[in-house]
């Protein structure tokens, strides 16, 4: 395989944003008719990167170069990278739910006949790019009628309308269930048959092993190596070290935990997807926690984290169906936000700007508005109380504002969180549910909402965490759950946590389940 | 922050929402004097303040209800035909049942209601667009107010004609203006210093920065002097005559629900609904609970427009309140609510009326054609949101501020990166 030309070559490319270096110096090497894989964690520059090369960072907004058929190419647009023949088919598929499958394997490029789209030729060749990748539907139905793999399936024939010679895949099976997973990896290996170029950026490492010919790995937007599949006999737990490679020092604050009793349980949580009945986002969770203790959870995008926390918080996502809650030895029933406030549950978001603050608000309302009735004396609201308790929590959390009555707006991202955390700690909780605390947020700021989360379990709270990145829960987590696939595969102490066991428990269905 | 902005903060409380408050209140302020000098002293005269009042106090009673129609992020295109339907029955009972007036006014507040809950349960839980549903019920209660009165027109007794013709009546001594007016004016200015004043404490309780003294002064001075004026002129007209029995319940309904907006837990979450629907849910917010009450509010103050309207005329008419949901959506919208829902206040609404009625009136005096008029406020309404939407792309929201832009070099900071970055996508479910 190595001996293949080179297709394409991106050579020290560097993208920054202000304030962040999104890529530094990154080398891509992929020769024609292989499978390339891209891994990382998130956050390590993978769609950055991928973006940069199908011009939606256009030529111009980085530094470096992509050599691509053996000349520099200088990408202005998508449309520029798609006609060199370049696809990027992304996670979330582009696909108009209300047209048929013709109908969007041609969008944007329907055949056409003096002006007119020749229906004729357009339903010839979506028959034939069908059959191509093995999709075997009335080229009528809409998309909205069939599955997720099929959708997948009709962005990948849309591709080869466009006569792609370099196929991107950005996650292409993690909505999938195992068995179109499999076919699209079968179906990626017959397109290398006939000569196409792949890349696939993918979390699941099997698929990776099983599938791909050389692999590059990234971390912290630079190149860490670019591996032989074959050649160097690389397996999965080989691909973990290159991704997690990296030494964690100290920051966290030091912290000696004070863990008491179990006082927070779930027993077999089930939940079904909001939408696609037949999909669980979570099979018969349970974990508990203790008071003091801060928990971590671990788990790929989609793992059903997220789908997990909101749904005991008051259910909601998804649709309920069986599990118990038990809280200081009782089992009780939440089964709306304000009964989950009432029992002395919060739950902050992992997307602050679109489902956890008001952005029209200013900090004061932020701050009291998921308990109001605390301000409230004989059904009138108090501001002097009001802005005292705001007032409080810019001074202990040391939010960055010259007052509370500034809107929430002004602030930075890491400020943000804090009134977030304010509005949260203001409802008295027993149990905090932190989702994704840290995303978006710089190192400084990080290190100030760790210590806060530590000083909340220091006053006997129970609080779980959720998020993506490993050493963030490894630093600042007394235990860890990893999920996944909506199952919780292992609980993990500290003592005993390191990446790359983390990563293989939540990439695997090894121990709990494989039915 | 600039001078400007801070004199305009400590004037008006300065938060984003009642920014716009700032401009229309010079806006206002400068309609009525250019009518006033234009209509050589008519625009200001007691008759014609007395008829303005009389004339858009349904108007203004619609705007408030549909402030909070818009901030939750709906619309109600039903009012005036609710309004109509509601007089149609009121006028109907009265006629056909000698049912005592205000026995009838109860009704009508009671036919408000169910409608109301009508168009709430369709709204609130089934999640049908407010759009949509006050559409069909716009041709519905337009229709039933035909079917009720046989699209003929039903005069209404006399007692009833109070509310919406009535006036204040002439008692005590003979001072040469009319005593509960003026007594009326005398509890508004004590009303607007004790505000300032429990204003300044609450700041001084906060522990927060309390505006210099001349600042309240000038927030106390200016609008007695308008209260002052307005209070000559209207128990100064015509013997008889005097400040409006709907002008009365106008101020009166102003007052309560500015309160309940602001100072009550259901005036918050009306705000968090419409300023983030989803992140209000996961606060506690029932959600469903707010879109019915907000809604069916709207119906029952459309009732009592109705009411007021149908007391002023004497009779209630098939053609009755056609057109009037644009009227008030428009006095929302120009007194600074956001299309997207999630800002505007009760006063600027008022004053957005306030607007647009006194552009009707001082055309009308100046004898310009109906065609006209509407032409002109058609392009006001255009330029008011228009210049909204402008300044908000430019990151402000003064009217001042704007025209001092030439002369500063800030640019709104750019959205952080981190956050433009991520290689989670945007669904608000992943994890």
Known sequence: MSDAPVLLEMRSITKEFPGVKALSDVNLVVRAGEIHAIAGENGAGKSTLMKVLSGVYPYGSYSGQILYQGSESRFSDIRASENAGIVIIHQELALVPGLSITENIFLGNEPRRGGVIDWKTANRRAAEL?????????????????????????????????????????????????????????????????????????????????????????????????????????DEDRIVRGMVGRELHSRFPDHTPNIGEVFFEVRDWTVRHPIAAERLVSKNASFTVRR????????????????????????????????????????????????????????????????????????????????????????????????????????????????????????????????VLAKWMFTDPDLLILDEPTRGIDVGAKYEIYGIIQRLADQGKGVVVISSELPELIGLCDRIYTVFEGTITGDIARADADPELLLKQMTSVKKAQRS | MSRVKELQKSLFGGTTSNARQFGMIFTLVAIVLLFEILTNGLTLNPGNLISLVSQYSYILILAIGMLMVIVAGHIDLSVGSIAAFVGIVVAKVMQDYSLPWFVAILVGLAVGALI????????????????????????????????????????????????????????????????????????????????????????????????????????????????????????????????????????????????????????????????????????????????????????????????????????????????????????????????????????????????????????????????????????????????????????????????????????????????????????????
């Open chain 2, 116 to 431: 109301g809950a009508w168009q709430g349960f369709w709204v609130a839980y089934v999640g049908v667009p407010a759009f949509i549903v006050t559409l069909a019920g716009m041709m519905l209660f337009r229709g039933g107010n035909q079917f009720i009165g046989n699209a003929n027109t039903i005069p209404v007794p006399e007692g009833f004609r109070v509310i919406g013709a009535g006036f204040l009546p002439e008692i005590g001594p003979d001072t040469g203006y009319n005593n509960p007016t003026l007594l009326l004016g005398l509890v508004a200015c004590v009303a607007i210093v004790i505000r300032e004043w429990r204003g300044r404490r609450t700041r001084r309780e906060m522990g927060a920065d309390v505006a210099p003294m001349w600042i309240s002064v000038i927030r106390v001075a200016v609008p007695l002097v308008v209260v002052v004026f307005a209070t000559l002129q209207f128990a100064g007209g015509r013997v008889g005559t005097s400040f409006p029995v709907s002008g009365i319940i106008l101020a009166v309904l102003v007052v309560i629900y500015s309160f309940i907006t602001r100072n009550t837990a259901g005036g918050r979450h009306i705000y968090a609904v419409g300023g983030n629907a989803r992140a209000a849910e996961l606060s506690g917010v029932k959600l469903k609970r707010v879109n019915f009450m907000v809604m069916m509010n709207m119906s029952i103050l459309a009732a009592l427009a109705g009411m007021i309207f149908v007391a002023r005329s004497a009779a209630s008419g098939p053609q009755d309140g056609i057109g009037w949901e644009l009227d008030a959506i428009a006095a929302v919208f120009i007194g600074g609510a956001a299309v997207s829902g999630g800002l505007g206040t009760i006063s600027g609404s008022i004053v957005g009326g306030l607007v647009m009625a006194v552009l009707n009136n001082g055309l009308q005096l100046l004898g310009v054609g109906s065609d006209r008029v509407q032409i002109i406020k058609g392009l006001v309404l255009l330029l008011a949101v228009a210049f909204d939407v402008y300044n908000k792309k430019q990151g402000r929201f003064s009217v001042i501020e704007s025209l001092m832009r030439p002369f500063r070099r800030d640019t709104p900071a750019p959205a952080s990166p981190a956050e433009a970055e991520q290689e989670r996508g945007k669904s608000p479910v992943a994890g």
């Open chain 1, 292 to 419: 003091g203790e801060i928990v971590g959870f671990a788990g790929l995008m989609g793992a059903g984290r997220t789908e997990l926390a909101m749904s005991i918080f008051g259910r909601s996502y998804g649709t309920y169906v069986s599990g118990q809650i038990i809280k200081d030895g009782q089992e009780i029933v939440i089964k709306s936000v304000s009964d989950a406030i009432a029992h002395g549950l919060a739950y902050v978001s992992e997307d602050r700007k679109s489902i956890g603050l008001n952005l029209l608000d200013d900090i004061k309302t932020s701050v009291v508005s998921a308990k109001l009735s605390k301000v409230i004396s004989h059904g009138v609201i108090d501001q002097v109380r009001e802005h005292r308790a705001a007032e409080d929590y810019r001074k202990s959390l040391r939010v960055k504002a010259p007052s509370v009555d500034d809107p929430v707006t002004t602030l930075s991202g890491g400020n943000q969180q804090k009134v």
């Open chain 1, 130 to 234: 069908m059959a191509m990748v093995g999709l075997e539907e009335d080229p009528d139905t809409l998309i909205g009628d069939i599955g997720v793999g099929k959708q997948q399936l009709v962005e990948i024939a849309k591709a080869f309308a466009k006569n792609v010679k370099l196929l991107i895949l950005d996650e292409p099976t993690a909505a999938l269930n195992e068995d179109d997973s499999q076919h699209l990896l079968g179906l990626m290996r017959e397109f290398r048959q006939r000569g196409i170029t792949s890349i696939i950026i993918s979390h699941k490492l099997n698929e990776i092993a099983e599938t791909a010919d050389s692999i590059t790995i990234l971390r912290d937007g630079q190149t860490i190596e670019t591996l032989d599949i074959k050649a160097d006999g690389v």
